[in-house]
C-alpha cells in the first residue's frame, strides 16, 4: 500500500517494502479518486490563434489553446492525492499542499498539440505556445521513489475519464520512458505563467514532458506507476502513435522542427523594397537554424536565428529583399540534430506567408489613410 506523505509516517525516508498488491491498492485508490471528480464538457474548446497574433514570447495564458478527449475533470482539491506506485522501493502519495511545499523549479516551453488522433493532418494547425511551467521536479519524486532496474517506463493517468471515438474509457493513460521521466526538466506542475493551473489547463496538477507533444503531459494527473512495459491505455497503446520510417510504428513523442511567421501578417501591405520577415522556430532538441526564400525561388537565405531558452520557441529575424508587388515567402527550421521541416503536405510543414509590398511613398500614404 502506498504511504501518504504528512499522515504520521514519513515514506519520504522510510524504506517501504516492496509487494505485488500495490497495484491493486492503487486501482482502489483510483476509484475513490473518481468519486471526488465530475467531468465537465464544454461545448467548445478554444482554438490557437494564427500565426501573426503570436507576438509575444511567451504566451499568456488566453491565446494558449485548450484541448480535451474526454471532458474537464472537476477536481477536488481537498481529496486529491498523488499516487506513486508499480516498480518502485517506496511507493507514496502526496497531497497537494504536501507537493507545494517541495522543491520547485520553473521551465520556459513550446507547448505543441499533436492534433487530432482521428484525423492526422497533412498541413500545419500551428496549435502551440510558449509557457513557463512551475512545479516539482519529477525526478525528485523518484528519487523518493527509487524505480526498481527492471522499471522501463512510467505510466501517468489522469482523472479524466469517459467516452472518446465511441469508446468507454476509464482513464487518460501515457507513458514515457524512464530515462525521459528522469530528466531534469520534467515536472509535475501546479502553475503556468506564475499562475495556479486552471481546471481547463488540467489543474490543480498535471505532468509536462517539455521538448514533446502535449499529449504526453497528462492532464488533472492523480497517478504515477512504474513498469517494465508500456502502457495498455487506449491513447498510449492505440493512437498517438504514427508510421516509422523504418518500419512498424512509433510514439507520438519528440516533436519535430517546425516554425511560423508572425510578421508580416497575411495580406498585408510592407513597406519594400527590404522586408524584415520574423517569427518563432522550435523542437525537441532545439533549432540550429532558420531559412527564408521567396516562394518559388531557389535561393535560401540565412536568419539570425536567437538562441533557445530552456525548451522555449527561438526567435528567428531576417531582412529580405523583393520586388514591388504581391509576394510569398517561407521559411524553414533546422533543428540542431539535423532534421529539416517538410516544406509540404505534413503537419508540420513549412510556413508560407502572401502579402504586398509597397514603395515608400505608398507606404506613406497607407499609413496616414490607416490613421484617419
Not at 521521466?181 to 515536472?187: G, H, I, K, Q, Y
Not at 535561393?299 to 536565428?305: F, G, I, K, S
Request: with cysteine.
Amino acid at each position: 500500500m502506498p504511504k501518504e506523505i504528512g499522515r504520521g509516517t514519513s515514506s519520504m525516508s522510510t524504506n517501504e517494502s516492496r509487494n505485488e498488491s500495490s497495484l491493486a491498492e492503487s486501482s482502489r485508490v483510483g476509484r475513490a479518486q473518481n468519486e471526488c471528480v465530475t467531468i465537465y464538457r464544454p461545448s467548445q474548446h478554444r482554438e490557437a490563434p494564427p500565426p501573426h497574433k503570436q507576438q509575444e514570447y511567451i504566451t499568456h495564458d488566453t491565446l494558449l489553446f485548450e484541448e480535451m478527449h474526454m471532458g474537464i475533470a472537476v477536481v477536488d482539491i481537498a481529496k486529491w492525492r498523488l499516487v506513486v506506485d508499480g516498480m518502485v522501493e517506496n511507493p507514496f502519495s502526496i497531497s497537494l499542499p504536501e507537493l507545494c511545499a517541495l522543491p520547485k523549479l520553473s521551465v520556459v516551453a513550446f507547448h505543441e498539440c499533436y492534433g487530432s488522433p482521428l484525423r492526422p493532418s497533412d498541413r500545419n494547425i500551428w496549435r502551440v505556445g510558449n509557457v513557463t511551467w512551475t512545479g516539482v521536479p519529477l525526478k525528485f519524486l523518484l528519487n523518493i521513489a527509487q524505480p526498481l532496474g527492471s522499471a522501463r517506463y512510467m505510466w501517468s493517468e489522469g482523472l479524466d475519464h469517459g467516452a472518446f471515438a465511441g469508446k468507454k474509457i476509464t482513464c487518460y493513460q501515457k507513458d514515457v520512458p524512464l530515462e525521459k521521466a528522469m530528466s531534469d526538466e520534467v515536472l509535475v506542475a501546479y502553475e503556468v505563467n506564475s499562475e495556479p493551473l486552471r481546471r481547463e489547463r488540467g489543474g490543480p496538477v498535471r505532468l509536462v514532458v517539455p521538448g514533446w507533444f502535449g499529449t504526453n503531459s497528462t492532464k488533472w494527473l492523480w497517478r504515477l506507476s512504474f513498469q517494465a512495459q508500456r502502457a495498455p491505455g487506449i491513447f498510449a497503446s492505440h493512437y498517438y502513435n504514427r508510421p516509422n520510417p523504418q518500419g512498424g510504428i512509433q510514439p507520438v513523442w519528440e516533436v519535430e522542427p517546425n516554425s511560423m511567421i508572425i510578421d508580416p501578417s497575411p495580406n498585408a501591405k510592407v513597406v519594400g523594397p527590404r522586408v524584415m520577415i520574423r517569427g518563432w522556430a522550435w523542437s525537441w532538441d532545439g533549432i540550429e537554424a532558420v531559412q527564408i526564400r521567396q516562394s518559388g525561388k531557389s535561393e535560401w537565405q540565412q536568419a539570425e536565428t536567437k538562441p533557445r531558452q530552456d525548451f522555449s520557441w527561438q526567435a528567428f529575424r531576417h531582412f529580405i529583399v523583393l520586388p514591388k508587388g504581391r509576394c510569398s515567402v517561407v521559411a524553414q527550421a533546422i533543428s540542431r540534430s539535423g532534421k529539416m521541416q517538410p516544406l509540404e503536405n505534413q503537419r508540420n510543414c513549412a510556413h508560407n506567408v502572401d502579402f504586398e509590398v509597397i514603395v515608400e511613398s505608398e507606404g506613406r500614404i497607407h499609413q496616414i489613410t490607416d490613421s484617419l
